[in-house]
């Protein structure tokens, strides 16, 4: 599966911005898909999956604040609102195209990624 993110771009706090993720390849009934990011200096992490269901989870930092959502051609969309500085950071696309029901905020589950858009959270 190729995945494609667009969307990133610097606002201030409390800003909003859309992120996007265009896939092609996945034809299977049963995927997980999510959003992942990566902090300067930091490890890479969960922010939001979704499943073919739709089942979605979200990391505690940005429940209330981040939407994540699909369409259906499997376009990927995180709606982020409220943004904060240590939302900053690089926002991978993945998916695994297989086991569905098993959908977490773990990247090791995910198989595909995208090559990332940048987020930067600044006043």
């Known amino acids: 599966v190729q995945l494609a993110e667009s969307g990133g771009g610097s606002v201030q706090p409390g800003g909003s911005l859309r992120l996007s993720c265009e896939t092609s390849?996945?034809?299977?009934?049963?995927?997980?898909m999510g959003w992942f990011r990566q902090a300067p200096g930091k490890e890479r992490e969960g922010v939001a999956v979704?499943?073919?269901?739709?089942?979605t989870e979200y990391a505690d930092s940005v429940k209330d604040r981040f939407t994540i959502s699909k369409d259906d051609k499997n376009s990927l969309f995180l709606q982020m609102n409220n943004l904060k500085p240590e939302d900053t950071g690089m926002y991978y696309c993945?998916?695994?195209?297989?086991?569905?029901?098993?959908?977490?905020?773990?990247?090791?589950?995910?198989?595909?990624w995208g090559k990332g858009t940048l987020v930067t959270i600044s006043s």
């Open positions: 993945a998916v695994r195209d297989y086991g569905g029901a098993f959908c977490g905020l773990l990247d090791s589950g995910m198989e595909d």
């Open positions: 390849g996945l034809t299977t009934s049963s995927y997980c």
């Open positions: 979704i499943n073919h269901v739709p089942w």
